[in-house]
């Protein structure tokens, strides 16, 4: 396994330089299950690693450019009235698709932002009483601005919770961004890049996931964790039970990637950040500087053996 997540790491690698690590929590998210949040700003890849990602994989994929005029059902599909069949038929908006961009998901206001909600944890769209099953699997890649930008919304809690990993791609590095510059824009090789997965291989993956061993002692460990994330007067809002679920299931997933049948504290200890960081309502003006230093913290505070 470990080879075939190299191979896959190496394709998107073509076209997103020096980034392997990231695409490693990109990747694990999807076979988690989950959906990613990639904050950071503009230029930096983030719709290349989205398209990227659902082209080695053989997924089909949409992207949505968010706007503060953009209406729900502008992603979800409405229905049209049909003169000729004297009925109202659904149009499927571009949420009905395996991979979805939801790029800058906070320029769009709150009300657009919760159309996603349904969809995001249901898998499923509802309209006018039907309900309609969205393609398996079902993976939202959504990009936001810092929100020192203008024309940002911040997404709620609520909305914040559905994501399972968020990640932030970071300036390239000089020996990066010097091949990057004399090789071209690397979104022009996506054409070339080779599937090497296919949508039918997903279910036996997730099912081998969810035969990773997790022990009592880790479970313990993890439950420390959201302990103290609850009862820190530096936290307002803590780590709730699916927040903790979340954060198993994500080990779950590197531990396999890993080659690994069982979960390690190490592998919590390297989520941590990335799962958790973004569910912690924080005191202090700047939210996320706050709840980086913060999971430092809660790290270097809560042992790995209960003494």
């Known amino acids: 396994m470990r080879k075939f997540i190299e191979t896959l790491v190496n394709e998107i690698g073509r076209v997103l330089l020096g980034k392997d690590e990231k695409i490693k929590l990109a990747l694990a998210c999807l076979l988690a299950d989950g959906h990613l949040l990639i904050e950071d700003l503009p230029g930096m890849g983030k719709t290349t690693l989205s398209h990227a990602l659902a082209k080695v994989l053989g997924l089909t994929y949409n992207r949505v450019q ?44 709150p009300k657009t932002q919760s159309a996603l909600l349904e969809s995001m944890e249901e898998r499923q769209v509802t309209n006018e009483g039907r309900t309609y099953e969205l393609p398996q699997p079902f993976f939202v890649i959504a990009t936001q601005n810092p929100m020192s930008q203008m024309g940002t919304y911040p997404l709620p809690e ?11 791609l970071g300036y390239p590095n000089a020996e990066t961004e010097k ?15 080779q599937v090497c997965l296919t949508p039918d291989n997903i279910p036996d993956i997730k099912r081998a996931i969810s035969a990773v061993k ?7 460990y993890v439950q420390r964790l959201v302990h103290y994330t609850r009862t820190s007067n530096d936290i307002v809002v803590g780590l709730s039970p699916r927040g903790a679920m979340a954060l198993i299931k994500a080990t779950k997933t590197w531990a396999f990637m890993h080659e690994r049948a069982y979960v390690v504290p190490e592998d919590v200890q390297y989520l941590f950040s990335s799962v958790v960081a973004h569910r912690l309502v924080v005191k202090g003006t700047s939210q996320q500087i706050e709840q980086d230093v913060l999971v430092k913290k809660i790290l270097a505070s809560v042992p790995v053996v209960n003494t």
């Open 158 to 168: 609520s909305q914040l919770d559905r994501f399972l990993i968020r990640i932030s």
């Open 214 to 220: 997790v022990s009592d002692s880790l479970v313990d």
């Open 66 to 109: 968010f706007t503060s005029d953009m209406l729900p059902a502008d992603i979800l599909g409405l229905s049209i009235f049909d003169p000729q069949q004297q009925k109202f038929t659904f149009h499927k908006g571009a949420i009905f698709t395996q991979v979805l961009l939801a790029d800058e998901i906070n320029r769009t206001t």
């Open 179 to 193: 091949l990057l510059f004399k090789g071209g824009d690397p979104r022009d090789q996506l054409a070339q890049l």
